[in-house]
């Protein structure tokens, strides 16, 4: 079992930055992907963010891509999400994800979700 809190999330105007965490704890937390995913209102959850386990290879939804930047800290059990150049379309809840790679990236349910945290950009 796998257990994921997230923090960091908050207000910011256009054009601002937040920088998002979510700590695991758990057995083998430090070795699966982790990812990002995030819900608008009225909107399907959908995939933001992914970091392999070593850290060695990212991906990022291309509505981010360039403004969003995500890392991890093995030693922590953290990751992050370093959103910059923040939009009102940006304006979600947030939720942090751990599984398999091919999971995060791909159609399968994800395992392992957080409480999620919300993100309010005013325009």
């Known amino acids: 079992q796998v257990q994921l809190v997230e923090s960091g999330g908050g207000l910011v105007p256009a054009g601002g930055s937040l920088r998002l965490s979510c700590a695991a704890s758990g057995r083998t937390s430090s070795t699966y992907a982790m990812g990002w995913f995030r819900q608008a209102p009225g909107k399907e959850r959908e995939f933001v963010a992914a970091i392999t386990w070593s850290a060695t290879s990212t991906v990022y939804a291309d509505s981010v891509k360039g403004r969003f930047t995500i890392s991890r800290d093995n030693a922590k059990n953290t990751v992050y999400l370093q959103m910059n150049s923040l939009k009102s379309e940006d304006t979600a809840v947030y939720y942090c994800?751990?599984?398999?790679?091919?999971?995060?990236?791909?159609?399968?349910?994800?395992?392992?979700w957080g409480q999620g945290t919300q993100v309010t950009v005013s325009s």
């Open positions: 994800a751990a599984d398999r790679w091919t999971v995060l990236t791909g159609t399968q349910p994800v395992s392992y």
